[in-house]
């Protein structure tokens, strides 16, 4: 290698063509944005309002607790007057809970 040749650390970098650049641009609304507007547009994740919860969700107590805060369980837990639900985790809580509703529409 002659002395006068720059290693391979020590090249400038060239920047790339503006072309190139304005390709990647295109591509990147193409492949991003587009989508998310069609997203929007249709309803997606816009913070619309929740749907109604539906007859199941009135019916299954298994899918009231699941939709609760481990502080919402811990609070009818303490309603059922479950003993030592404070140190329970969520899935333990839940089970307990539900052996104790019974299928009941108490929550």
Request: aromatic share 10%; charged share 25%.
């Given at each position: 290698m002659k002395e006068s040749d720059p290693s391979p650390l020590?090249?400038?970098l060239h920047?790339?063509?503006?072309g190139l650049v304005e390709l990647y641009g295109l591509l990147a609304v193409l492949v991003v944005?587009?989508?998310e507007w069609i997203a929007g547009a249709a309803g997606g994740a816009g913070g619309g309002p929740l749907p109604a919860q539906t007859q199941?969700?009135?019916r299954l107590p298994e899918l009231r607790l699941a939709s609760m805060s481990l502080a919402?369980?811990?609070?009818?837990a303490a309603t059922q007057r479950l003993?030592?639900?404070?140190r329970l985790g969520r899935e333990t809580l839940t089970a307990q809970l539900l052996r104790r509703l019974g299928g009941s529409k108490a929550l």
């Open positions: 020590q090249r400038p920047p790339l063509p503006r944005l587009i989508p199941a969700w009135l919402e369980l811990r609070r009818l003993r030592g639900y404070g």
